[in-house]
């Protein structure tokens, strides 16, 4: 018979206050910052933050860039690559700053003001605006006639889903890591979450220039199942939670059950950049 723990001290260290401790060791204190803009149409002008001689990148959400307006005398430089934007500020540059207007092929606009950076904006080192229609593009609209063979191919590691999907393969099919991202142990086995129902300790963690991810090792310490809760995990900046078993095993008794490993889960965490 399983006999369910009684009422003891509860301790649970500060996930949020572990991540950031470890953030402060991993990254260097740097004037430039990756952003994503979330923006909606009649939002107005999207900020971005320059220096001058200094690059910084505008990308747009599964969009190729068309075209572009800008006053030939703006105090910026700019060179289209495609796929996005790179802008340097000039020393003519003004507190007004300076306004273009993008547009992409599938006929998208986005209005943009430049700006000098300062130390309440920072320079932006890369920007992604999203709009949720990046996804899907204006020729998913329209049905096609008859049945239309499609492709469905799977999200970069630059997005949140492709990020997720990128760490189930490392953590548990045995991949050796993610592109554009830096993986580290360096806190492998430090604790982030200890209340006498649930032990999570930090796997690895990816350290990429807009997206971070974290891999725990949750396990069970009842002696009897229990769900885990997303939002024990979630943290400043978080994009999405995900786990191998959402449900947990109640800690095993025997070998059957220790070898079955029920009881344990891999938790997958994702945030913006720090």
């Known amino acids: 018979m399983r006999v369910s723990t009684g009422v003891s001290v509860m301790r649970r260290t500060s996930l949020t206050r572990v991540i950031a401790a470890a953030i402060a060791v991993l990254c260097a204190v740097s004037p430039a910052f990756a952003r994503d803009v979330q923006y909606q149409e009649g939002d107005g002008e999207i900020e971005v933050f320059v220096n001058v001689g200094e690059p910084t990148e505008i990308s747009f959400e599964g969009g190729q860039i068309k075209d572009g307006f800008h006053n030939s005398n703006a105090p910026i430089a700019i060179q289209n690559k495609g796929s996005a934007l790179i802008i340097f500020g000039k020393q003519n540059m003004t507190a007004d700053g300076a306004a273009l207007i993008v547009r992409l092929n599938d006929g998208r ?96 963690m990816f350290i990429g220039p807009n997206l971070w991810g974290y891999v725990l090792d949750t396990t069970n310490l009842l002696d009897q199942s229990q769900k885990l809760n997303p939002a024990t995990f979630r943290i400043d900046g978080t994009r999405a939670v995900s786990s191998s078993s959402w449900e947990l095993a109640a800690r095993p008794l025997n070998v059957e059950e220790q070898i079955s490993n029920k009881h344990n889960a891999k938790v997958y965490i994702v945030t913006r950049s720090r």
């Not at 992604?128 to 096609?144: L, N, T």
């Not at 991949?175 to 580290?184: D, F, L, N, V, W």
């Open 109 to 204: 606009s986005y209005p943009i003001r430049v700006m000098v950076a300062n130390e309440k904006n920072p320079r932006d080192a890369q920007i992604i605006i999203e709009d949720g229609k990046g996804a899907f593009g204006v020729e998913e609209e329209q049905a096609p006639e008859g049945y239309t063979e499609r492709s469905y191919d799977y999200a970069p590691a630059s997005k949140v889903s492709g990020l997720m999907r990128e760490m189930v393969l490392v953590a548990e099919f045995g991949k050796k890591g993610i592109p554009g991202y830096t993986m580290s142990d360096k806190y492998k086995g430090q604790t982030v979450v200890s209340d006498g129902s649930i032990l999570a300790k930090i796997d690895r």
